[in-house]
């Protein structure tokens, strides 16, 4: 796989961020209230969660570009952030479909304004990681959530990139994490969605909590 430098992750980035916007535009408001794939949230939490995980890497980087210091990801801690995206989820349509474009596409603004002298600032993610890891953090959060939305995005649809970029990270971060667990034999895309905790068939080994 050759190695996508920092602004072609931002331009991947991109790419999903329109792929998720045309679905949450075509959802109807009862589509929109319905269960996700993801237990407890429906497809209205699961827009509202990636709006507000685009305002907390907007956040990041600015702070990379201007030097300030940087809080937690999501300011309150995560019972502020479980409060944020339930107060959201039950918004018309309209509102959710503009909330995640806004959120998202303002982000991507900001990962471009982060220049290479600033790629190896240290982020206050879940653990601490380079800025130039910020791109890679929103494809992931575009592309894995696209598919939990349940509006017929699948694994299957997940770019040629994606999906080799991310089996080259997570299969050595899972011999890292579980050396007893061998990787089972099948398609990349399906490989990639056992792990990343979405497998697509039955009888998989079971693995610890993704991200490793």
């Known amino acids: 796989m050759t190695e996508l430098s920092y602004l072609e992750l931002v331009d991947q980035v991109a790419r999903s961020q329109g792929a998720v916007e045309r679905s949450v535009a075509a959802l109807t408001e009862e589509r929109a209230r319905q269960p996700s794939l993801l237990p407890g949230w429906t497809r209205g939490h699961v827009v509202t969660h990636l709006a507000r995980n685009a305002d907390a890497h907007h956040r990041f980087a600015k702070a990379v570009v201007s030097g300030a210091p940087m809080t937690e990801m999501y300011p309150g801690g995560p019972e502020a952030r479980a409060a944020g995206i339930e107060e959201g989820a039950d918004r018309p349509v309209a509102l959710l479909a503009g909330d995640v474009a806004f959120a998202g596409r303002r982000v991507i603004v900001a990962l471009r304004a982060v220049t290479p002298d600033r790629y190896g600032t240290t982020v206050p993610w879940r653990r ?27 694994p299957s649809d997940w770019p040629d990139a994606f999906v080799a970029h991310t089996l080259a990270t997570e299969l050595p971060a899972l011999r890292e994490a579980a050396p007893d667990v061998g990787p089972p034999e099948l398609p990349d895309r399906e490989l990639l969605a056992w792990l990343l905790g979405r497998p697509t068939r039955d009888g998989l080994p079971e693995l610890p909590a993704w991200p490793f």
């Open 128 to 154: 601490p990681v380079p800025a130039s890891h910020l791109p890679v953090l929103r494809w992931r959060e575009l592309e894995i959530h696209h598919v939990d939305l349940g509006v017929g995005y699948t």
